[in-house]
């Protein structure tokens, strides 16, 4: 009897580890020059998404907040672009790995297409042009930087 309790109780500790495991980023979101692919978990707005447990906000672009005019039109294309379980390219700036909420500030790349230059050329972003100096990505052409 007691050794079908101790099965018992191992038995529920390895579910509760493999379940628990479930929630822990398998990316270390801390990182300072991450690349990597990754599953779209979550669209935030037009320019924040979550991947692989990891917080992204797309730089040198905003797109309208919550109760803002075009909102959710910027939401549902970033929704439509990188969709929910798809999977993407991170490609995080190295000269501003992370934002003042600790978001990681990276190039997102859904479906083969650099999503912050789509979300610019459909009009759902505008380019922050006060971020030029600070990203790695300023020296391409759609940003405007120069």
């Not at 109760?67 to 672009?81: D, M």
């Not at 990681?104 to 083969?112: G, M, P, Q, T």
């Amino acid at each position: 009897m007691g050794a079908l309790i101790g099965f018992a109780i191992a038995g529920g500790i390895i579910i509760l580890i493999i379940a628990a495991s479930a929630f822990i980023p398998r990316v270390d979101c801390s990182d300072t020059s991450l690349y990597y692919e990754g599953k779209v978990e979550f669209i935030f707005d037009g320019d924040t998404i979550q991947v692989e447990g990891c917080k992204i906000r797309l730089p040198l672009v905003d797109t309208p907040e919550k109760g803002e005019p075009g909102y959710e039109e910027a939401t549902n294309f970033t929704a439509s672009l990188c969709q929910k379980g798809s999977t993407v390219l991170v490609d995080q700036d190295n000269l501003q790995p992370h934002d003042k909420y600790h978001r990681i500030l990276a190039k997102v790349i859904c479906s083969d297409k650099d999503l912050s230059v789509e979300l610019v050329k459909s009009g759902h972003a505008k380019i922050s042009k006060q971020y030029c100096d600070t990203s790695e990505f300023a020296d391409e052409s759609w940003t405007g930087c120069e």
